[in-house]
């Protein structure tokens, strides 16, 4: 079975660039969830979605950032404009049921020079 | 604020012996508490969840604990091998709000 899939692996761009992530959920999971790991912070929930659509966003930093999802199978995580103190691995996540083990893609590694 | 400690940042033990590591949280009253683990590199993966009335849950070689009074969860791997080394985090979730992780044990399991 596919797990979640993000793209892409590794971003590196300066700062003031837009930056999109993307993530592809297992198929049939109706909640998404967006994470950012730092070493300072750990990881740290960003916001989800339940069945496409926001459902709490307050974990967004700045309103730099902003993310969708079109559809059930797709979604992404945007950040314009991008600053250093961005840089961290950023995770998507989906589950099939609310407070149920969460499936992991293996993350963006996002450097903002 | 809630917090989510989990003692030892890095645990070294000996191959065959059994790793403890420890969940401490404050001010959070978690309906269900979740272990993960995390190798360099890739996202967490699923290991074991166990819910605020169950006090104890098994696979395999892997034990939770969750003590709702001391609030406390114990994550033991028994007969530890070098492929467990890894870091472990645990992480908390309630009827309102969604997974709250904490910082992770770095796990290394010695030949």
């Known amino acids: 079975d596919a797990g979640v899939i993000q793209s892409p692996r590794h971003e590196v761009t300066e700062m003031g660039q837009e930056v999109t992530l993307r993530c592809k959920p297992i198929?049939?999971?109706?909640?998404l969830f967006w994470y950012r790991q730092t070493m300072m912070r750990g990881l740290e929930l960003l916001i989800y979605f339940n069945n496409n659509v926001p459902i709490d966003d307050s974990g967004m930093p700045e309103d730099r950032f902003s993310a969708k999802m079109p559809n059930a199978s797709f979604s992404t995580l945007k950040i314009q404009p991008s600053e250093p103190r961005d840089s961290a691995v950023y995770f998507c996540a989906s589950s099939d049921r609310i407070n149920q083990p969460q499936h992991f893609g293996d993350g963006t590694r996002l450097s903002i020079l | 604020s809630q917090k989510i400690e989990q003692n030892s940042e890095a645990l070294n033990i000996q191959e065959g012996k059994t790793a403890t590591l420890t969940c401490n949280y404050t001010n959070y009253s978690p309906a269900y508490l979740q272990w993960y683990r995390q190798d360099p590199g890739r996202g967490p993966v699923f290991l074991l969840l166990i819910r605020e009335n169950e006090k104890e849950k098994r696979k395999e070689r892997l034990k939770v604990t969750f003590d709702t009074t001391l609030k406390q969860s114990l994550f033991h791997i028994t007969a530890s091998q070098p492929a467990d080394s890894a870091t472990y985090l645990c992480a908390l979730s309630g009827s309102a709000r969604q997974l709250t992780f904490g910082s992770g044990t770095q796990l290394t399991v010695l030949p």
């Open positions: 198929s049939g999971h109706d909640y």
